[in-house]
């Protein structure tokens, strides 16, 4: 079974600061690898999509990585500002099924 | 881009009544519908998959008479939670994915279910 593991739980960073949150996984052979932000109360947002022949992906401020052989991934978020504050969450596809971290929770001080 | 729609977003019952949720997708055809569920500062967790037009697979651990899930259309999916007790309080998630395997899951806003 895969298991999906972040860390930290939580992250408290001022404003400007660059954020680098990891998520590490147990079974290899996936099929892809989905960063999702996620706000209080609400559904979940796509971010970035990693399939498993690639190792990184970017989009504007965000860049994420994928290591298979180590089984992590690690999500960057450039320069970051008070809106980023949401929870994020790695996500992994095997068959056609996703395998969910627990999520980081960030809050970026004004 | 792909959207889904998830009614209701909040819903507050007494224990012992049925509640269901709908979850549609808007601009796409779903062949795959999925149900998941959230604890507070917990992963979300799947509970069933559905097929347009097929029984729903639930997962281990999840009562299939007491969550029942419908995939009627290729738009509509449904999850009734029938009889609801104070513990089935959580916050339910779906997503659907269209026809082709490589197809991501897009995702509904969720529904925040309270049973007091």
């Known amino acids: 079974k895969q298991e999906v593991t972040q860390i930290p739980a939580a992250l408290s960073v001022p404003e400007g600061e660059n954020l680098v949150l990891n998520c590490s996984f147990t079974?290899?052979?996936?099929?892809?690898l989905q960063w999702f932000r996620q706000d209080p109360g609400k559904g979940l947002t796509s971010l970035l999509l990693?399939?498993?022949?690639?190792r990184e992906q970017t989009s504007g401020r965000l860049n994420a990585s994928l290591d298979k052989s180590s089984g992590r991934s690690t999500l960057y978020i450039a320069a970051s500002q008070p809106g980023d504050s949401a929870t994020y969450l790695c996500?992994?596809?095997?068959?056609?099924?996703?395998?969910f971290g627990a999520g980081t929770t960030v809050t970026v001080r004004a | 881009g792909a959207v889904v729609s998830q009614h209701p977003s909040w819903v507050i019952c007494k224990s012992g009544t049925s509640v269901k949720i709908e979850c549609r997708s808007l601009?796409?055809?779903?062949?795959?519908m999925f149900w998941y569920r959230q604890f507070p500062k917990q992963s979300l967790m799947l509970m069933a998959t559905?097929?347009?037009?097929?029984?729903?697979?639930?997962e281990q651990g999840v009562e299939k008479d007491k969550f029942l899930i419908n995939h009627a259309s290729l738009t509509l999916s449904t999850l009734t939670v029938t009889s609801a007790h104070p513990e089935d309080s959580s916050f339910y998630i779906c997503?659907?994915?269209?026809?082709?395997?490589?197809?991501?899951?897009?995702f509904g806003d969720g529904t925040r279910l309270s049973i007091l």
């Open positions: 997503s659907a994915r269209g026809r082709g395997y490589n197809q991501p899951q897009h």
């Open positions: 079974d290899s052979a996936i099929y892809n």
């Open positions: 990693i399939q498993s022949s690639q």
């Open positions: 996500a992994l596809r095997v068959d056609y099924k996703l395998s």
């Open positions: 601009d796409f055809q779903a062949t795959t």
């Open positions: 559905s097929n347009e037009g097929s029984k729903a697979t639930y």
